[in-house]
């Protein structure tokens, strides 16, 4: 999927009406397709600009989970934390 259709699914994603759990559904798509975290959060860093201010929020929002700043339960990856096993790899 080229940058252009990735940008254009999550912009189309965030102005509907249910738009935080399309975004989310957009973003995990793509994750599982392999296009990287750092990709992902370039693409909606750049859509920020272009969102209605009532839109924004959805998109900081999906970033969060993308990253993983947030509760553990609604992570898009999983982030390894003290005791796990893969600790202090990523």
């Known amino acids: 999927m080229s940058t252009l259709e990735r940008r254009d699914a999550m912009f189309e994603a965030v102005e509907a ?3 935080f759990s399309r975004l989310r559904r957009v973003v995990v798509a ?3 397709q392999g296009v990287s975290v750092d990709i992902l959060i370039n693409d909606m860093q750049d859509l920020l600009a272009l969102l209605a201010e009532e839109h ?3 998109m900081l929002d999906v970033m969060d989970q993308l990253v ?3 509760p553990k339960t ?3 990856l999983p982030r390894p934390e003290p005791g ?3 600790y ?3």
């Open 30 to 32: 793509l994750v599982e």
């Open 68 to 70: 993983g700043y947030c």
């Open 84 to 86: 796990d096993a893969d």
């Open 17 to 19: 009406s249910n738009g």
């Open 74 to 76: 609604q992570r898009i």
């Open 88 to 90: 202090g790899i990523r």
């Open 56 to 58: 924004e929020d959805m």
